[in-house]
């Protein structure tokens, strides 16, 4: 098993990797287009994980056809996601507090780097209630071109004033793993859902089951 020492900062994945919201987002989208009579398979919205919102409604509207509002689902879906997770709130994934702990010790730099817009992944953070632990949160509004190109990481890198080959980089997804390693990044996939997509484990430096497996290796 990897003993993860050569490294000099720690990029976060927000959703499936720090918070368990994707499952939020896959309801919200699911009751926003059954409101507008289609249907969203979950096999079908397992292949969205990691895209920024602009490929998400993209790739639902080409899956839904004619007829599809990509206006109107954009402000279903929105009302849909606020109502449900007001009602359940977000989840933390299991590891990460005790691992940023870790990482404050070792006064390792981190930060946060999300296909999300960085408002949105506030928000999120808020409603987790762990709102106050990341100074530095890049977005995709941020960069040029959202992952899986390699912007988002190379900009963390510069903004945590680390060489992007020493940036070890935590993902849940496809997507993620591919703007890791397109940006020379430590890949380190820790998958949000089972079975484990198969070319993000080839394509992955690491594949670990969780962020506990994760600080255990950082701690041997």
């Known amino acids: 098993m990897p003993a993860f020492k050569d490294f000099s900062a720690i990029v976060f994945d927000l959703d499936g990797l720090v918070l368990d919201t994707e499952g939020s987002y896959f309801a919200a989208w699911k009751m926003a287009a059954a409101q507008m009579g289609f249907e969203l398979e979950d096999t079908f919205l397992k292949c969205l994980s990691g895209l920024h919102y602009q490929a998400v409604k993209q790739a639902i509207a080409t899956h839904c056809g004619e ?31 005790e691992l940023m702990d870790w990482v404050k010790r070792q006064s390792i730099p ?15 953070l808020a409603l987790a209630h762990i709102h106050g632990i990341f100074d530095t949160i890049i977005g995709r509004e941020q960069v040029k071109q959202g992952k899986p190109a390699p912007d988002i990481f190379n900009y963390a890198a510069d903004r945590l004033n680390a060489p992007i080959q020493t940036c070890l980089v935590l993902e849940d997804s496809l997507t993620g793993i ?21 070319e993000a484990v080839q394509l992955a430096d690491y594949t670990l089951e969780s962020l506990v497996q994760l600080l255990g290796l950082l701690n041997d």
């Open 110 to 124: 981190f930060c946060l780097a999300t296909n999300s817009h960085s408002d949105n992944a506030r928000q999120c």
């Open 67 to 97: 007829g599809f509002d990509v206006d109107e689902f954009t402000q279903r879906s929105g009302l849909c996601w606020h109502q449900h997770v007001q009602l359940t709130g977000i989840d933390v994934k299991p590891g990460f507090y």
């Open 178 to 198: 591919k703007a890791a390693k397109s940006a020379g990044a430590i890949s380190v996939f820790i998958p949000s859902c089972l079975p484990a997509n198969r």
